[in-house]
């Protein structure tokens, strides 16, 4: 099960850094989402789920981990939910 989910994550990582981090998520256009930009277009995204969505625990969310956090449910699709 846990193969599924993780080969699912990495299509969808692929789709999603196809289309790269959007504009209105990234504000300071590093390519990456800190909490702080997360938590505009996600309100209800805590400190915790963060962490979680954040799995290199670099303190930011890249391409990658935004699209496995998307495939989760752990956030909804900006490009489809914008």
Do not use: C, R
Not at 19 to 36: H, K, L, P, R, V
Request: charged share 25%; net charge negative.
């Amino acid at each position: 099960m846990k193969s599924v989910i993780l080969a699912a994550a990495l299509v969808t990582s692929v789709t999603f850094s196809a289309n790269a981090m959007s504009a209105e998520i990234d504000t300071d256009g590093d390519g990456m989402a800190s909490f702080a930009e997360l938590q505009v277009s996600y309100p209800e995204l805590t400190e915790e789920l963060f962490g979680e969505i954040d799995t290199n625990g670099d303190g930011l969310v890249d391409d990658e981990e935004m699209a496995i956090a998307v495939e989760l449910g752990n956030l909804a699709d900006p490009e489809t939910d914008a």
